[in-house]
Nanobody, 112 residues
Framework: QVQLVESGGGLVQPGGSLTLSCVASGFSFSSYRMSWYRQAPGEERMLVASIGSTGGSTVYAGSLKGRFTISRDNAKNTVSLQMNSLKPDDTAVYYC?????WGQGTQVTVSS
């Protein structure tokens, strides 16, 4: 079955960095666009970034471009999200998504 397992979340101070990873299994990873979403308390889930099957096409939420970088390693069935210059507003549960499937999420908290 399809599994998406996120890791790398945690507590970080404002201005800090985190890298999230998502390991996928149960489907042909290299054939699918992969995405990261996030959901803050009381808010709707929103797209953070998305990357094409070969890594050549990336999309970012406008407000995050320049601070976040999505990448993938098809040999390891992994998609990553490098997050820099983190702000308290980046606090949310971050989810990995592919073709209608979702991971369980990883909590990112930005606080001093």
């Amino acid at each position: 079955q399809v599994q998406l397992v996120e890791s790398g979340g945690g507590l970080v101070q404002p201005g800090g960095s985190l890298t999230l990873s998502c390991v996928a299994s149960g489907f042909s990873f290299s054939s699918y666009r992969m995405s990261w979403y996030r959901q803050a308390p009381g808010e709707e889930r929103m797209l953070v970034a998305s990357i094409g099957s070969t890594g050549g096409s990336t999309v970012y939420a406008g407000s995050l471009k320049g601070r976040f970088t999505i990448s993938r390693d098809n040999a390891k069935n992994t998609v990553s999200l490098q997050m820099n210059s983190l702000k308290p507003d980046d606090t949310a549960v971050y989810y990995c998504q592919a073709s209608g499937y979702w991971g369980q999420g990883t909590q990112v908290t930005v606080s001093s």
